[in-house]
């Protein structure tokens, strides 16, 4: 009697590490991806545009704010800063808009931290709406208005452009103030606040009026106070 042979199955092949199958290349990005960061070059080199065209008009005026010192400063070329803003009114008129809606955005984003309503909220309001005006931004705004009296281009955009700040700051005004303008007399009242404020940003210009302006500021918010309290 003889014993069966038993067969031995022998062991699957195994592929060596070295032979694996590479991975498959990562596909390509769509233009969008591409394009993102672009896209953020150019809004960081138009905001340093903006921020330095509103630092050499303060410092140097309207006759020594060429777009090629605007563009030094920046840290661009001038070819860059045409390419943002083809005309130089169109760069001036841009930053004086946007360090000002920047400006009001960063008072409104602090709103909260004004006193409760009463003399002491209002005498703050006043004197944040003060410093709105006695700062470099009004300087280089006010370059803008004197050069705009003799520059017929430039006056249209400057009074566009006058007109639509005054109306945000008004509004800002009011609401800080929680003023109501429906009661006689309280509209014109906030926009002699605001006309106030713009005189003492003028007599800032030359000499440092800090120490006479702080008694107008406490003087002038009791006045409105005052009278805010009547018409309610």
């Known amino acids: 009697m003889t014993t069966p042979s038993t067969a031995t199955t022998p062991p699957a092949a195994t592929t060596p590490p070295s032979a694996a199958a590479p991975a498959a290349p990562p596909?390509?990005?769509?233009?969008?991806?591409?394009?993102?960061?672009?896209?953020?070059?150019?809004?960081?080199?138009?905001?340093?545009?903006?921020?330095?065209?509103?630092?050499?008009?303060?410092?140097?005026?309207?006759?020594?704010?060429?777009?090629?010192?605007?563009?030094?400063?920046?840290?661009?070329?001038?070819?860059?800063?045409?390419?943002?803003?083809?005309?130089?009114?169109?760069?001036?008129?841009?930053?004086?808009?946007?360090?000002?809606a920047e400006r009001l955005a960063a008072v409104r984003a602090h709103a909260d931290e004004l006193p409760a309503p009463g003399p002491r909220r209002t005498e703050a309001v006043v004197d944040m709406i003060v410093r709105l005006y006695t700062g470099p931004l009004f300087r280089a705004a006010l370059h803008l208005w004197v050069a705009a009296a003799t520059e017929e281009p430039l006056r249209e955009r400057i009074v566009a452009l006058e007109n639509h700040v005054g109306r945000e700051s008004h509004r800002a005004a009011v609401d800080f103030l929680g003023a109501d303008e429906s009661s006689p007399g309280v509209r014109e009242t906030v926009q002699a606040t605001m006309d106030m404020a713009r005189g003492l940003g003028l007599a800032n210009l030359l000499?440092?009026?800090?120490?006479?302006?702080?008694?107008?500021?406490?003087?002038?918010?009791?006045?409105?106070?005052?009278?805010?309290?009547?018409?309610?």
């Open 207 to 232: 000499t440092d009026d800090s120490a006479r302006r702080t008694g107008v500021v406490r003087q002038w918010a009791r006045m409105l106070d005052a009278a805010l309290g009547a018409a309610g």
């Open 27 to 100: 596909a390509p990005a769509g233009p969008g991806a591409a394009r993102a960061p672009q896209q953020d070059r150019s809004r960081a080199t138009r905001r340093r545009l903006l921020e330095a065209a509103v630092e050499c008009l303060a410092e140097l005026g309207w006759n020594g704010s060429t777009v090629s010192v605007v563009a030094e400063r920046a840290g661009v070329s001038r070819g860059a800063a045409q390419h943002h803003f083809p005309t130089r009114e169109d760069l001036f008129t841009a930053a004086v808009e946007h360090v000002t």
